[in-house]
């Protein structure tokens, strides 16, 4: 019934204390399938992942470079259950995650589900929603359908997901905004999202690895940061320049950077590059997958 699929880069000894955990899940999922976009792991790490895909406890996929985006959509393509629950590498999982996510689907008949995310230091809370899903709060205990996902934790149908391109590939480095651009291009092919409160981790958040390896995003001239909003923008956003002045003012007139002005021409440098970029990859048009003849995929 469900896949758990976990892209992961530069994680070590936490993605091995992750697995384990979903190992312990009741009901437990199908499948596990680890998207690994690492090079090369300690020998502690990778024993262990080896044993676990000889033994067929995991499906270990390796790719060549980091794409959260692409290592997803070979996620999609690789598993073979209806639904698939998307998952960071560094969580402590609620014991029923799998049963809850599967249970969300079948009572709300939606093409994704989307479940409760803890951050460092938070818990649950109430909130009146409305409006920007933009500023959805992911640690509500209200479930409703919503507009915007967490990839953290984002359970799809594999055939949905799979019929409107997955997830554009375009959005590059630390791929800001790839997975709300995906929820929109949901709810234009009318399918449905639900916030599943149930469904809940706890999210680690490591300080290394992951979209950590990008850097901070306050400081550098990369426009890995950046992309990715500018790029999401200018497909969903009627006022472009004028969200791009605000994305501009937003992140450079902020207290760090009072605080720290030598790092001001570097981030107003990964800012414009980011921009540019973004127009660059949006006059290319979109990067989404298509379904192998020989897939038999049929949308439920």
Known sequence: MITIAIPTYNRGAILVETIARLLALEPRADAI????????????VAQALEQWSRDGTIHWLRLPEPSIPHAMNEALLAAKTKLVLFLDDDLIPARDLAGAHVAAHREHDVWAVAGQVLQPGEDQESFDEGGDDLEFHFNSDRGRMITNVMAGNLSVDRARALQIGGFDENFVGAAYRFETDFAMRIAVAGGAIWFEPRASIHHLKLSTGGLRTFGDHRAVASPEHTTGDYYFALHH??????????RLAKNVLTRYHAAHPWTIPGKIAGELRGLALARKMHRKGRRLRTVPPDDGLRAS
């Open 33 to 44: 399938l680890i998207a690994d976009q690492t090079r090369d792991h300690q020998s502690d």
């Open 237 to 246: 956003v009627p006022h472009f320049w004028r969200y791009a002045a605000r």
